[in-house]
């Protein structure tokens, strides 16, 4: 039984992996040349909505990780945070409803072929979030994050969710041509997408930042159009170490590259928030495990990203020191 269920999984693997790069190219051929030549004034006639009065002071995008399903159904450890940032930051906007892994905002549950076998797994993991099976939720989404790194597939990959970002930044009231900041927060392999869709957000002339959260990333040429990329990592995190070592664009020696160019120029920093890991136990989005200072691991990284977004300092922890009592909820 167990060998039968492997041998699906691997089959399974090999089709999500052999297939990964076929949807961005597919979605090319049948609409995405066409929607690519659509004017930004188009787009903003048709996705646009009037300005909120007053209007938000600045724009937040989320990209979720590799767990997510759509872009309203992300995995629900994350749902703290997102909700967290707009209570914090009232007069800003904050979205959440870009599925990162599809080129045409098209979640897994929504009208594919498979689409049955994923609302399985969805239905799967809310009643089981340890399963096995909601795995392959990850596997499917980790090769589009690889998709996206591509010097060959990634650029009909990042032009398609660049434009659904920004569908989603006029959906929400943004004004082209506003100069209001926007920034991206991508979550694992959100914080990949966000880059590779940074390139073409770039030609709409937006202030464009990028808050990555233990993020996967290649030195992807969308460093080139952002002004600042804020790396938040914990130090036990094994799949965000793994983005440094896999991607030789961001190896010391790769002089020249876009990563190299952004560090030189001084428009990344990296900030290291203690032995965090990346998902399972003591993650990023953990509200049961606490620094020294009381706040849980969630709070850390709520607070680390909050700080960002407003300019302030990310609070440093020693975490050599004795535990405080556990902290309550974040204070306003």
Request: net charge negative; glycine share 10%; hydrophobic share 40%.
């Amino acid at each position: 039984m167990i060998l039968n269920l492997l041998v699906i999984v691997i089959v399974v693997l090999f089709l999500l992996l052999t297939f990964g790069p076929l949807e961005s190219l597919g979605w090319w051929r049948d609409k995405g040349a066409d929607e690519a030549h659509e004017t930004l004034a188009d787009m903003a006639a048709e996705y646009g909505t009037p300005a909120a009065d007053p209007p938000p002071e600045q724009f937040v995008i989320y990209l979720s990780g590799i767990g997510a399903i759509d872009g309203s159904s992300v995995p629900p450890e994350e749902v703290p945070l997102v909700d967290e940032l707009r209570r914090r930051l009232p007069t800003w906007s904050v979205a959440n409803d870009v599925f990162p892994y599809s080129v045409s905002n098209r979640g897994l549950t929504a009208q594919r072929p498979l689409a049955g076998l994923w609302k399985r797994i969805e239905t799967l993991r809310i009643a089981n979030p340890t399963s096995f099976l909601p795995f392959l939720v990850n596997a499917r989404n980790a090769i589009q994050l690889f998709v996206c790194a591509d010097r060959r597939y990634g650029p009909t990959y990042n032009i398609g969710t660049a434009q659904e970002i920004l569908k989603s930044l006029l959906r929400h009231g943004y004004q082209l041509g506003s100069g209001v900041p926007v920034t991206l927060i991508g979550w694992s392999g959100g914080a990949q997408i966000a880059l590779g869709a940074s390139w073409y957000l770039g030609l709409a002339d937006l202030p464009l930042k990028v808050i990555s959260l233990g993020g996967m990333m290649s030195d992807d040429y969308g460093l080139d159009k952002i002004q600042l990329l804020t790396h938040l990592r914990g130090t036990e995190d094994v799949f965000e170490k793994m983005g440094r070592r896999i991607f030789a664009g961001r190896w010391p020696g790769a002089i020249g590259s876009p990563w190299s160019r952004a560090r030189a120029e001084g428009r990344i920093v990296e900030i290291d928030l203690g032995p965090i890991h990346h998902n399972d136990k003591e993650h990023y989005y953990d509200p049961d495990t606490f620094a020294p200072d009381g706040r849980s691991y969630l709070q850390v990284s709520t607070d680390a990203i909050h700080s960002v977004l407003i300019g302030q300092p990310v609070k440093e922890i020693d975490w050599s020191a004795e535990p405080k009592e556990e902290a309550g909820p974040a204070p306003a």
